[in-house]
């Protein structure tokens, strides 16, 4: 584990009446889940205008995109191991639509790329294998080392280190989750993450609109958000591996 977790809890509240509905599509409800792609239209298109940087209408394709993954949202959604169901909603609808980007610009796109042949007997495979096998080792250490170092320094910017975020890391597990996912919202956010960027803080009035726990709370792990924030921002490849089974 990248940090020790010594403290702090999040706190659960009692399920909102969107996720009353949720759980009433969950379970066939038609009309629960027709009542909520109807009235959380405007977030749908809110979220796929924050991707696009332009406005959505019901005639775009992106808002097709957010609609079918608002709908995923719902049914995938869990009360216990998701922070709350318009975070999750915001996040799904942000992937999908961004996926459905990346597809269209690769169709747009015309490229060939060509790998030579690599003959087997051209020279031993084995040795081969196991140098590079260690070349890889030593170079993945080295990298892992540098990594460290520069997100100490990044840490740093905002007042923080390894130090203290050992004192402030979570101690329960969904906290630690809950936690990361709130980072993730932040990281890929860009009016929240240029928030953060410029003012050195969470944007905490507009996260507490968006996820089911307390201001007090997001403030007592607000040192913990902002660092696995920076992280999900950064290019650092090997410690972001921590992050993999935490986020949505």
Not at 39 to 64: G, L, N, T
Not at 214 to 235: F, G, P
Request: glycine share 2%; hydrophobic share 40%.
């Amino acid at each position: 584990m990248l940090l020790s977790s010594l403290s702090g809890r999040f706190e659960r509240v009692e399920k909102s009446d969107t996720e009353i509905m949720v759980l009433q599509a969950q379970s066939g409800d038609e009309q629960a889940l027709n009542d909520l792609l109807f009235s959380y239209s405007p977030f749908m298109k809110k979220v796929a205008s924050q991707v696009c940087k332009r406005f959505i209408d019901d005639h775009d394709d992106e808002y097709s995109v957010a609609l079918s993954a608002f709908n995923e949202a719902v049914q995938k959604f869990d009360q216990i191991h998701n922070a709350s169901f318009l975070t999750f909603a915001h996040m799904v609808i942000r992937r999908r639509v961004i996926d459905f980007i990346r597809k269209e610009s690769r169709q747009a796109e015309f490229s060939h790329d060509f790998m030579p042949a690599i003959d087997p007997e051209s020279h031993n495979c084995v040795a081969d294998h196991a140098a590079s096998i260690a070349y890889t080792i030593k170079e993945q250490d080295k990298k892992r080392r540098e990594e460290i170092y520069l997100y100490e320094e990044k840490l740093q910017e905002y007042g923080l280190s390894f130090g203290t975020l050992v004192k402030v890391s979570p101690v329960h597990q969904d906290a630690r989750k809950t936690s990361i996912q709130i980072a993730q919202l932040v990281a890929e956010t860009d009016e929240y993450k240029h928030y953060l960027m410029d003012k050195k803080k969470l944007p905490i009035k507009e996260i507490e609109n968006l996820v089911k726990v307390s201001r007090k709370t997001i403030e007592r792990n607000r040192k913990y958000i902002i660092a696995m924030a920076l992280l999900q921002m950064s290019d650092l490849h090997f410690l972001k591996d921590y992050l993999k089974g935490w986020l949505n």
